[in-house]
């Protein structure tokens, strides 16, 4: 009888460390996969975008470096003297400074995948 129960309880005793073995190493499973998947996702082809960017969105990642901080003297969004100075010539000519580049304002600001439309939305973020 000592016996059976011992047989029992060892049996029990071994399911259960079992199991608990087998959730452990699903949790694991699923943590190993996700920075994995995660990585995947990262260095992949980026997602084709939606639509066109918006200003701000190009704004922010192709303009900031210098338009944000005014490094290289760039005119800073807000700046509506500056702004005013420059739309003076009339908004498609800065816009086209814009595309073209001017002086240590490099072409397309950088933004080699950028639309002209794109690029409008961004001069309109900056000069508005
Ligand atoms: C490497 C730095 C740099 C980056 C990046 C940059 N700019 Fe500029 N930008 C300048 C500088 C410097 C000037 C001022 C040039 C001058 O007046 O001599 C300028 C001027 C301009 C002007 C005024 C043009 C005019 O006719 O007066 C516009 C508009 C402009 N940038 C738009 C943009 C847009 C839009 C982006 C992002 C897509 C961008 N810039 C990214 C440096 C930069």
Request: proline share 5%.
């Amino acid at each position: 009888m000592k016996k059976a129960l011992f047989a029992i309880t060892l049996l029990a005793g071994f399911s259960i460390a079992h199991a608990a073995d087998d959730k452990q190493s699903r949790e694991d499973i699923a943590k190993n996969i996700q920075p994995v998947g995660q990585v995947h996702i990262g260095s992949g082809v980026p997602a084709a975008p939606a639509g066109p960017r918006s200003g701000e969105e190009v704004y922010k990642a192709s303009c900031f470096a210098c338009h944000g901080t005014g490094a290289m003297d760039a005119p800073k969004p807000g700046d509506s003297a500056q702004w005013e100075k420059r739309l003076g010539k009339g908004f498609d000519a800065v816009l086209q400074n814009a595309i073209n580049g001017f002086n240590g304002m490099p072409a397309r600001g950088t933004c080699a995948t950028c639309s002209d439309d794109e690029l409008k939305a961004a001069v309109e973020f900056l000069t508005k």
